[in-house]
């Protein structure tokens, strides 16, 4: 069935460094693939998304890359700040019956001061 | 951004009893909505679809006489656990999307204990 990899599970940066996170779909036909930030006890709420017709697209300190052909997708966060601190969740649409979100397993990154 | 609304935020019920949960979208309409369990630290998982006007789909595993969905209406889904038992202490949170841009927007979460 449809799956979503994310790695790692914890990251942990210093404040002012980069932090990537990766994920893996099995869906080759999935066309959508958000990031989400959940702070503890709080909705996900949604940081980036990219479609599948780009490769690459960036918002300030946040991108995301696409690979289609290896199906998988990145999260890059530059100049990290203690605020970023959270846990990210990846997501691919599915392109089966419901075009339900499946996610990934989260990564929890800690940003140090 | 579209709202997606969900009540209550907390409950605590006792085994045995049951509990519904809504899910309301509050500025667009939604044919489908969809409801995740979280537990600590880990994931959400998806439990069903619900369906404006039909059947919710389940997932595999989830029971479906236990975790009861109606979505009488275009902005709202209703989560019914039924005869809770501590096992399904968790975070449900459900979520809707604005098509045509497939963005999904969650509720705020329903955190359920059960004693």
């Known amino acids: 069935g449809e799956n979503v990899e994310q790695h790692p599970s914890t990251l942990s940066v210093q404040e002012g460094d980069s932090a990537v996170i990766k994920c893996t779909y099995s869906?080759?036909?999935?066309?959508?693939f958000p990031w989400y930030k959940q702070e503890l006890g709080k909705r996900p709420q949604l940081i980036i998304d990219?479609?599948?017709?780009?490769g690459e697209k960036k918002d300030q300190r946040i991108a995301v890359t696409l690979n289609k052909t290896a199906k998988h997708f990145s999260l890059h966060i530059t100049e990290t700040q203690p605020e970023d601190s959270a846990v990210y969740f990846c997501?691919?649409?599915?392109?089966?019956?419901?075009?339900?979100?499946?996610f990934g397993t989260g990564t929890r990154l800690q940003v140090f001061p | 951004g579209a709202v997606v609304s969900q009540h209550p935020s907390r409950v605590i019920c006792k085994s045995g009893t049951s509990v519904k949960i809504e899910c309301r979208s509050l500025?667009?309409?939604?044919?489908?909505m969809f409801w995740y369990r979280q537990f600590p630290k880990q994931s959400l998982m998806l439990m069903a679809t619900?369906?404006?006007?039909?059947?919710?789909?389940?997932e595999q595993g989830v029971e479906k006489d236990k975790f009861l969905i109606n979505h009488a209406s275009l902005t709202l889904s209703t989560l019914t656990v039924t005869s809770a038992h501590p096992e399904d202490s968790s975070f449900y949170i459900c979520?809707?999307?604005?098509?045509?841009?497939?963005?999904?927007?969650f509720g705020q979460g329903t955190r359920l204990t059960v004693v």
């Open positions: 500025d667009f309409q939604a044919t489908t």
């Open positions: 997501a691919a649409l599915s392109s089966y019956n419901t075009d339900k979100l499946i």
């Open positions: 990219i479609r599948s017709n780009v």
């Open positions: 869906d080759s036909a999935s066309n959508y």
């Open positions: 619900s369906n404006e006007g039909s059947k919710a789909t389940y």
């Open positions: 979520s809707a999307r604005d098509p045509p841009n497939a963005e999904a927007f």
